[in-house]
């Protein structure tokens, strides 16, 4: 099936399927009045300016209760509250989740309740009505919502041109490795996702729900030693930093820069962190603060890496799947930093068919290993992938 970019919606409860038509605008959820106090957020922010949010972006809202109630609220104003407007008409919940919806284009929607979970896409408010109508109308508590518009362009090209006589920076850029939705190579039927199944390319599948043969959660471009590579967004360095990689059997150290960004302000903040990998030199510290289009550093091939090219990856750190907030940090040891759990694909999903996996498929359910370092990797992971750049800066890809 395809999502329906005429209003309709499209749900997937697993394997099952459902449509409706056009409901209103802005809706909210059942509540029960409670007394208990709301629990307040254990994150604490790093100190990160903030991109402005794109016109025609409004903000949404999860509540849940002790008693398992809950409570589902979009407005469609960039400046409003909905978790305000939720907890003064019945205190006493938790927010679960609070970001950002698209007005106007294609968002996904996805509720998680003790008696299972439903995926929704479709354009406007049409996805958010539907999974609040489907939820209440299978008497579904315990319930959380998380919503991503299918596109936020905050983003631009993560490279620069090579040198002042380039006209086009992409000019010797290369078409990229892509990023697979499949993180833990499981035996999936890529004709779910309206592709063909193929004999060996199923543990591997593209935004496009095609059976790949690829294991990163990133992408990978070729392009000359000695590019500028560039911050996608303003933001916060992280780290740059030389890792000790030899435990891979890579020659050390390998080159490599974290930037965080937020976008927008306050509780409805989302924020992500961009990683850049096998750079030659820094041209940032750790704790600067950058500007899009800043250099960060040249490219080079430091590290594991076979040739001149840029690793570049994303992770959202705000409304995963299984988790509100990613408590993102850099270790020393293994792949450096803590999990995959909200890796994306900034071009996001785009498959014929079905919603993206990554932020459904391994939810509720088993226990999954992390193959290099023999661990159980983390419960419910998992983020709906969005496509962040902005008009004209698309880096190439497949």
């Not at 300016?49 to 469609?76: E, I, K, M, N």
């Not at 489907?134 to 620069?160: E, I, M, N, Y």
């Not at 705000?318 to 930093?337: I, K, P």
Request: with cysteine; proline share 7%.
């Amino acid at each position: 099936m395809r999502p329906s970019r005429q209003g309709s919606a499209q749900a997937w409860a697993r394997h099952a399927d459902a449509t409706a038509g056009n409901p209103p605008l802005e809706r909210t959820g059942r509540r029960k009045l409670v007394v208990a106090p709301a629990a307040p957020s254990r994150r604490v922010r790093r100190l990160v300016p903030a991109t402005d949010v794109p016109q025609g972006y409004g903000r949404y809202c999860s509540v849940s209760y002790p008693t398992g109630g809950w409570a589902f609220a979009t407005l469609s104003q960039g400046d409003s509250d909905p978790c305000g407007a939720l907890l003064a008409s019945s205190p006493g919940g938790t927010i679960e989740r609070a970001g950002l919806w698209d007005t106007r284009g294609m968002n996904n929607v996805l509720w998680n309740c003790r008696q299972g979970l439903g995926i929704y896409a479709a354009q406007g408010s049409a996805a958010t009505a539907f999974a609040y109508d489907d939820a209440t109308s299978k008497k579904k508590t315990h319930c959380v919502f998380v919503v991503a518009p299918q596109r936020l362009p905050v983003f631009g090209l993560p490279w620069g041109k090579t040198d002042s006589g380039q006209s086009d920076p992409n000019a010797d850029v290369g078409m990229p490795s892509v990023f697979n939705f499949n993180i833990y190579r499981e035996d999936w039927d890529v004709t779910e996702f309206g592709q063909v199944q193929e004999p060996g390319w199923n543990r591997g599948v593209d935004r496009l729900g095609r059976g790949r043969s690829v294991r990163e959660s990133a992408y990978d471009w070729s392009m000359p030693a000695g590019k500028p590579i560039v911050s996608v967004a303003r933001g916060r360095v992280l780290a740059a930093r030389d890792r000790d990689v030899t435990a891979f059997g890579c020659p050390s150290p390998q080159k490599e820069i974290y930037v965080q960004h937020r976008v927008g302000e306050g509780e409805y903040a989302e924020e992500f962190v961009t990683y850049y990998a096998h750079v030659s030199s820094f041209s940032v510290e750790t704790g600067d603060i950058v500007q899009r289009g800043q250099e960060l550093g040249k490219n080079g091939t430091t590290g594991c890496s076979s040739g001149d090219h840029l690793h570049f990856g994303v992770w959202r750190l705000t409304n995963l799947s299984g988790h509100r907030f990613h408590d993102f940090r850099l270790q020393d040891t293994g792949y450096g930093v803590n999990g995959l759990r909200g890796t994306i694909d900034p071009f996001g999903w785009a498959a014929p068919s079905h919603i993206d996996p990554w932020a459904w498929r391994y939810l509720n359910g088993n226990t999954y290993w992390d193959d290099f370092e023999s661990t159980i990797a983390v419960a419910n992971p998992g983020a709906f992938s969005i496509n962040l750049w902005r008009e004209g800066e698309t880096p190439p890809f497949e």
